[in-house]
């Protein structure tokens, strides 16, 4: 019976055959245990012997590390295996062999390793941490879908900014100037005019000369977009949205977790609601933790994000920052020009922002005024500024990075680690 490693809990005690690879290998001289992987887990194989065809046995000696093999074997049940099971191997046909493979089980160094990037995805701990990605990005369409949203694709290759120009992708788009996406959010602005709820998924590109562990140039955000919901009700969508994706992967990748060692308990209490503190009030703690030179006014960075989180178990959510560091669509507070109606999430254990969003101006006259104080081109934006001209409602929307999401979960020092072929600042192989 052929099957996969995920599905052995449903043949214990019969005989199968999985086409899979030789992970590692060890032997102890009349035994040898191979630890095989097929890409839905991994999985070890005993084979003794005294219990196989000499030939069988002679064929797994001579196994190689990532060498492709069809195994056959009876599944047991084995409470000390990691995943519960084990194979009691019958017989092993070599499907093709693997020379010298480069990662071995010793220790490497982050820079071979990421120049092994296409083989180091193989690895136990790497392939954990791209099930968990796969798990947020289900839980998100199952979210969404649920609650009444519509997917829309915002486009890749724009004319114009949503995020500011400095970190724009220029390219030719024929004889015009085109720019990678940094965010559909303007789009998906229109697209929430036309389907009340809807969220995008994709591929985002930020030319930022950043290298901290929290950057990537090429990074994937979610982009809900939502009529009629002010800044407050967008806050509670977002809670439950990432309480969602939490307890999702709590109950769906118990392995994966283990294989990365995260501890539960910080990741078992991640519900609904989470805590929101004004910027105002994050001067104050930041001052009181011993940041004596930040003023208001000033962006937060990493390690500002790291003490704020520090005095929660819980994301939060630092609301209403100056107008002047946020981008030019926010919607002011009507208690208070200085501020807007917005909110970075901020993940515990210093994951820092995984969540920028706002309401938005709805006002014809206020973003036509916007436009001129940020210098934006009304032929670039003019059908943005029409979104204010037929039908304007208040909306509200946020980008969830999911890179820096699956490092909070999954307990990633590094979003590298996170998306299968990063795009660095010094790294554009594989
Ligand atoms: O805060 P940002 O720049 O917000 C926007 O782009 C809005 N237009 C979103 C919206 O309201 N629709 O980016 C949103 C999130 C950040 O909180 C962070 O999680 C992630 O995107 N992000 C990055 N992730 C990895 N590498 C980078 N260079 C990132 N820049 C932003
Ligand atoms: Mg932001």
């Not at 995805?121 to 392939?127: M, T």
């Not at 208690?335 to 901020?346: E, G, P, Q, T």
Request: glycine share 6%; aromatic share 10%; net charge negative.
């Amino acid at each position: 019976m052929k099957t996969t490693i995920s599905q052995v809990s449903q043949h214990v005690e019969e005989t199968v055959t999985i086409g899979a690879w030789i992970a590692n290998k060890r032997s102890s001289g009349k035994i040898q245990f191979l630890q095989l992987r097929d890409g839905t887990g991994f999985i070890q194989g005993v084979m003794v012997k005294k219990e196989v065809s000499e030939e069988a046995w002679t064929a797994a000696k001579d196994l190689t590390q990532e060498s492709a093999v069809t195994v056959t074997g009876i599944v047991r049940a084995d409470e000390r295996s990691p995943s519960g099971f084990e194979l009691t191997v019958i017989n092993v046909d070599v499907i093709s062999e693997s020379v010298d493979y480069p990662i071995t089980p010793k220790e490497h160094g982050t820079e071979f390793l990421m120049d092994n990037r296409h083989l180091w995805i193989r690895s136990k701990k790497q392939h954990a941490i791209l099930r968990i990605r796969n798990e947020l990005i289900r839980a998100t369409y199952e979210f969404f879908n649920d609650n009444g949203f519509t997917k829309v694709d915002p486009p890749i290759l724009t004319g114009s900014s949503a995020e500011g120009t400095t970190s724009l992708f220029h390219t030719k788009y024929f004889d015009e100037d085109a720019y990678l996406s940094q965010s559909g959010q303007l789009y998906m602005e229109a697209a929430a005019m036309a389907f009340g709820r809807v969220f995008s998924f994709g591929p985002t590109f930020r030319a930022e000369k950043s290298k901290t562990r929290r950057h990537l140039i090429e990074f994937w955000m979610i982009e809900p977009e939502m009529a009629f919901v002010d800044h407050e009700e967008s806050l509670e969508i977002q809670e439950q949205y990432v309480s969602y994706m939490v307890q999702s992967v709590l109950k769906n990748c118990k392995l994966e977790l283990k294989t990365l060692n995260r501890d539960l308990s910080k990741l078992e209490n991640v519900k609904a609601p989470f805590p929101r503190i004004s910027y105002d009030k994050a001067i104050e703690m930041l001052k009181e933790k011993g940041f004596d030179d930040i003023e208001w006014g000033e962006d937060f960075g990493a390690p500002h994000e790291t003490a704020i989180a520090e005095s929660f178990d819980k994301p939060v959510f630092i609301t209403n920052y100056p107008k002047d560091i946020k981008a030019f669509y926010m919607k002011p507070d009507p208690n208070r020009d200085d501020v807007v109606l917005c909110a970075d999430l901020i993940a515990p254990e210093g994951y820092g922002e995984i969540i920028g969003g706002s309401q938005r101006i709805d006002d014809y006259e206020l973003m036509k005024q916007r436009y001129e104080e940020h210098n934006l081109s009304e032929e670039a934006y003019k059908w943005y500024l029409e979104l204010r001209k037929f039908g304007s409602v208040p909306h509200s929307g946020f980008g969830l990075g999911l890179e820096r999401t699956v490092a909070w979960i999954s307990g990633a020092e590094h979003v590298r680690e996170t998306i299968p072929f990063p795009r660095l600042l010094n790294r554009l192989y594989p």
